[in-house]
Nanobody
Framework: VQLQASGGGLVQPGGSLRLSCARA?????????MGWYRQAPGKQRELVAS???????NYADSVKGRFTISRDSAKNTFYLQMNSLKPEDTAVYYC?????????WGQGTEVTVSS
């Protein structure tokens, strides 16, 4: 597995989770960008957050102010801190890394927000 996503689970509304995406081989620093998509049941996959090699970030309007994307070059890992979670955040979250000639995807980690 080139990208290992982890950190999903069941959380109550208002709770927090931190997703991690670890690159087993190849440096995330040599990429153009990396980030997270999500896909809820019956819905299209949507971009949640991304971060470039220059640390510019981008967020979906629905998560701005609640989610934060970050990366740790030393660990070759990037993260999605999710706070104030809502039931509509329930989805499978997929991480990706975009290189000049190809993209690498993780296997997905499931997030369920429910009381």
């Amino acid at each position: 597995v080139q990208l290992q996503a982890s950190g999903g689970g069941l959380v109550q509304p208002g709770g927090s989770l931190r997703l991690s995406c670890a690159r087993a081989s190849g440096s995330i620093d040599s990429s153009g960008a990396m980030g997270w998509y999500r896909q809820a049941p019956g819905k299209q996959r949507e971009l949640v957050a991304s971060i470039t090699s220059g640390d510019s970030t981008n967020y979906a309007d629905s998560v701005k102010g609640r989610f934060t994307i970050s990366r740790d070059s030393a660990k070759n890992t990037f993260y999605l801190q999710m706070n104030s979670l809502k039931p509509e955040d329930t989805a499978v979250y997929y991480c990706y890394v975009h290189y000049a000639l190809y993209d690498v995807w993780g296997q997905g980690t499931e997030v369920t927000v429910s009381s």
